[in-house]
């Protein structure tokens, strides 16, 4: 800069802050701040009097007040006593849970109806392409309100299973009854129950649990470790050593001892009074939102994975069937990990997608973070502000993790450049 | 040194522009200038707020508002109804989006404090109750361990229920639902054994089942559910008016004012109290801000409190509910307007 004055410039006018192309762009971007500035000056300002206008203050104390409501699915232990947090910390969880089973569900399903829409078969790829355009091509309310009115009014209510000539019957010998309310399942059950690990404020894991994700984590690891191995041997040798059985033992075998180590056994569900009970009882609300988000994402993801496939050159695949590889093998092993680069950055967005979609779940009743935090706690404290300030932080902090998840994965597939 | 002076003329006008916007004025020269009240009214809930088959709001709701109406603005028609949720009532209330809250709702403590709302009375007396289905064959509420119940979210119901089912040292499972036409479709196939809210909810349900003779209320009221209208905090004129209204309705029906006789009474009343809630002694309307003749506008919009309650909800509609404690307090009921002087 003092080169610049060092040069004899012409003397400082204010005119130049618009003609001089040395000004311009900073004036522009000073003047485009300030009134950034000012309308979010002016929104909180507004806010901030209204509420005083109102007498009402901005603070989070209204979290730790008795919650009082209910809420029908409860993935750590609540009852009506607990704090406002404690019901929408279940909320959260719930929110997870079909978001999870959600985006497992769709990225399956999408990746078959994708692939299956390539197919040479001619029904078969324009059936896919009548289920993307259907499931793709409608609001995603309309898909949840459907599917949920299609399990109450078709389904027998529970009391359709009693006596001796009942009208409905359980099926999968007996364990399992589709009901209008609810998929009553059968519980896992143990006879030698090792006890639970306490974490505090009553969330508990039972130790059964904690064994068998130890047991499959370490399986998975040495089934690695096997395959390394075989590699190693394949390099040196050429010939590549049979592992199969070797990687299906340690992946089954510790799992096998474990059940018979504790009991464990299935205990089916059974009608008494007005319901199931002794079982695992799966809302309809969550299967019909389940359901529903997953077909219409699956809709999306199915585009997305076609796009990714057609991407990739036809020259790999001739190249592949030139090699004789069967046509299964060319899309597992060619096609698809060279798509996946295409397909991953796309997929971050329909997971994002799917997590927020599911805060329709008002419409079924299913108590997720918008249904507690921002509906029944909502309604009763009356903090409008700060439960939709808190609802909209957690769902931002909740994609900010999945996005940064998935780019991880997205950076460990991308092409390598060395 | 200019540059600044510059931005500092934007900042400034934008701060003034935004101190403009944030002015408000009271809610009586809202609606006087907009020429039409906004009343937030239930989605559909029948013999209480619900469009008839041509569209138009009735009920026992939207005839209160119908006589604010004709108060505020002399004609029972200027006005536009704002159908709530359970869920959004009071937000719409304290947002400014409704003037008056004539939702079913049930006068609270902290709704009252906490959440700045004012109950300007009760227009209906009820209490939460229970329905279900005859051929479940249960007879009272305390046979209901372990039943399914529809809910509607966001209401005091759902406290009550789970202070209920508690203290009776029962299991239930909620189903939450957003709106009563919901409740009532889930109710119908079967997704839940009984539904709950307030008794007179449960017999205006009822009355719109193709066999209502199949469902029975259970015995059991398990709450205090003084139901009636409310008006933000704050604003104690506007309070003022909305309460003396429904007020007026009630006197009217006391003092045997009808809308077919008040003509006459106008003219021929010897009551002092009839004359000065007609208008025809005293100025009691300036004293919130109305003309004389507010009362009078408001008991011909659709008749007094006992003519509302019977063309709406009474013994002779489908819903058939007896006046019982919304009788007036000469006839055994709770009914008791403040002296109009």
């Known amino acids: ?418 | 040194m200019k540059k600044s002076v510059f931005l500092g003329t934007v900042t400034a006008a934008t701060l003034l522009a935004g101190m403009g916007m944030a002015q408000e004025g009271s809610t009586l020269a809202q609606v006087k200038e907009r020429d039409e009240l906004n009343c937030g009214v239930n989605t559909g809930l029948v013999g209480f707020a619900a469009p008839d088959a041509s569209g138009n709001w009735t009920g026992f709701d939207i005839a209160y508002c119908r006589a604010l109406a004709a108060a505020v603005l002399g004609d029972p028609n200027k006005i536009k109804f704002v159908p709530t949720t359970g869920q959004t009532r009071f937000t719409a209330l304290s947002s400014g989006e409704v003037d008056v809250l004539a939702r079913n709702s049930t006068w609270t403590y902290s709704r009252d404090t906490d959440l700045k709302l004012d109950f300007v009375g009760v227009n209906y007396y009820d209490g939460q109750g229970f329905m279900v289905n005859r051929d479940l064959g249960v007879t009272s509420a305390k046979e209901l361990d372990g039943a399914t119940i529809c809910i509607q979210t966001g209401t005091t119901t759902e406290l009550n229920l789970a202070d209920y089912f508690r203290a009776n040292n029962m299991a239930y499972t909620p189903v939450n639902i957003d709106s009563n036409a919901e409740g009532e479709q889930q109710y119908m196939a079967g997704a839940c054994d009984a539904y709950t809210t307030d008794a007179s909810g449960l017999a205006a349900t009822r009355a719109a089942f193709a066999d209502p003779e199949n469902h029975i209320i259970l015995p059991e009221i398990i709450s205090k559910e003084p139901l009636g209208p409310a008006v933000r905090h704050g604003d104690s004129n506007w309070g003022d008016i909305a309460r003396w209204t429904l007020n007026a309705l009630v006197a009217a029906e006391e003092y045997g004012v009808t809308s077919r006789n008040i003509e006459e009474l106008v003219r021929s009343s010897e009551n002092p109290e009839v004359q000065r809630l007609l208008g025809t002694t005293d100025e009691l309307g300036a004293m919130i801000g109305l003309d004389a003749e507010w009362a009078r506008r408001a008991i011909l919009a659709n008749g007094n409190y006992g003519e509302i309650f019977a063309a709406n909800i009474g013994e002779q509609t489908p819903i058939g509910l007896a006046r019982g404690l919304n009788a007036q307090w000469t006839q055994g009921g709770l009914l008791y307007a403040p002296p109009f002087r």
């Open chain 1, 1 to 418: 800069m003092t080169d610049i004055r060092a040069t004899a410039t012409p003397p400082f006018r204010l005119s130049m802050l618009v003609n001089d192309r040395r000004y311009r762009s900073l004036t522009f971007q000073v003047i485009v701040f300030i009134l950034v500035m000012a309308a979010a000056w002016w929104l909180i300002d507004n806010t901030i009097r209204n509420l005083a206008l109102m007498g009402k203050s901005f603070d989070f104390g209204f979290l730790f007040q008795r919650a009082g409501y209910d809420i029908s699915q409860t993935p750590i232990p609540y009852t009506a006593d607990d704090t406002h947090l404690r019901a929408s910390v279940v909320g959260l969880l719930n929110t997870l849970i079909v978001a999870v089973l959600g985006c497992i569900a769709a990225t399956v399903l999408g990746v078959i109806v994708g692939v299956a829409r390539l197919s040479r078969n001619w029904l078969f790829a324009r059936l896919m392409t009548v289920f993307v355009e259907i499931f793709r091509n409608m609001p995603l309310l309309l898909w949840i309100l459907i599917v949920y009115a299609v399990f109450t009014e078709i389904l027998p209510p529970p009391n359709a299973f009693r006596g001796d000539e009942a009208s409905a019957g359980m099926i999968l010998f007996d364990n399992v009854a589709l009901t209008n309310r609810y998929t009553a399942l059968p519980t896992l059950a143990m006879t030698n129950d090792p006890g639970s690990l306490d974490l505090g404020a009553r969330i508990t894991f039972n130790w059964a649990t904690i064994a068998f994700v130890v047991v499959l984590v370490g399986g998975w690891i040495v089934r690695r470790m096997i395959r390394a191995w075989a590699q190693d041997v394949q390099d040196r040798t050429g010939d590549r050593p049979v592992t199969w059985w070797k990687t299906l033992a340690v992946m089954t075998l510790p799992s096998l001892f474990l059940i018979w180590f504790f009991g464990l056994h299935l205990e089916a569900p059974s009608l008494q009074g007005f319901n199931f009970t002794g079982g695992l009882n799966v809302s309809n609300s969550l299967v019909a939102l389940w359901l529903a988000l997953t077909l219409y994402t699956a809709a999306f993801i199915a585009e997305i994975v076609r796009a990714g496939i057609l991407a990739v050159s036809r020259g790999q695949s001739e190249a592949a069937f030139a090699l004789g590889l069967r046509p299964n093998r060319t899309m597992s092993l060619v096609i698809l990990p060279q798509a996946l680069r295409v397909i991953i950055p796309p997929l971050i967005s329909q997971y994002l997608n799917l997590t927020k979609n599911s805060s329709l779940a008002i419409a079924v009743g299913y108590m997720d973070l918008r249904g507690t935090l921002g509906g029944t706690t909502l309604n009763q404290t009356g903090r409008e502000l700060e439960a939709i300030v808190l609802m909209m932080l957690t769902y931002l902090v909740l994609s900010l993790i999945i996005s940064a998840g998935m780019n991880v994965f997205n950076a460990r597939v991308k092409l390598k450049e060395r």
